[in-house]
């Protein structure tokens, strides 16, 4: 089962809706709570932080016989410091993420903490590429 989403760029009031959206899917396959939980926030931390840094991009999600695989793509700024990026209070937010209560520096290591597998693949100026692994079993 696959799911296509656009996220629209620095648009607040819709960050989160794609992942609302497939919490709601998983929950009406009957997937296991914690499943779902942990692809809720990958998927929902992992779209902000698109929204946020990457004046958005587009999300593919295919739920598998064996794990769902989250696939970000944007063509925002790019990330110079995947190391540093994961370091947790890290962030390099606007004043703007910010004041809407965004912007803590948790997003990427929340990521890494419920998923089973994360890879980044980002190229200063030309965008980033985030995978991400959730195992059914």
Same mark, same amino acid.
């Given at each position: 089962?696959? #799911?296509? #989403?656009?996220?629209? /760029? +620095? ?8 992942? &609302? ?5 998983? @929950? ?5 709570? =914690? ?13 902000? @932080?698109?929204?946020?840094?990457? *004046? *958005? ?14 696939? =970000?793509?944007? +063509? ?10 994961? +370091? ?13 209560? #965004?912007?803590?520096?948790? /997003?990427?290591? @929340?990521?890494?903490?419920? &998923? ?8 200063? *100026? +030309? ?8 195992? =059914?079993?």
């Amino acid at each position: 089962m696959e #799911f296509h #989403f656009d996220v629209c /760029g +620095e648009d607040y009031s819709l960050a989160g809706s794609a992942s &609302s959206m497939i919490k709601k899917k998983l @929950n009406q396959l009957g997937l296991p709570p =914690l499943i779902v939980r942990k692809t809720a926030i990958v998927m929902y931390e992992a779209e902000i @932080n698109m929204v946020i840094h990457a *004046g *958005g991009g587009v999300v593919d999600v295919h739920i598998n016989p064996d794990d769902i695989r989250i696939i =970000l793509k944007d +063509e925002g700024p790019g990330i110079p410091d995947i190391d540093r990026a994961m +370091e947790a209070g890290y962030s390099t937010a606007s004043d703007k993420a910010r004041e809407l209560g #965004f912007g803590a520096g948790m /997003g990427l290591p @929340n990521i890494r903490k419920n &998923s089973d597998d994360l890879r980044i693949e980002s190229k200063v *100026g +030309e965008g980033t590429t985030v995978t991400i692994m959730v195992k =059914l079993k």
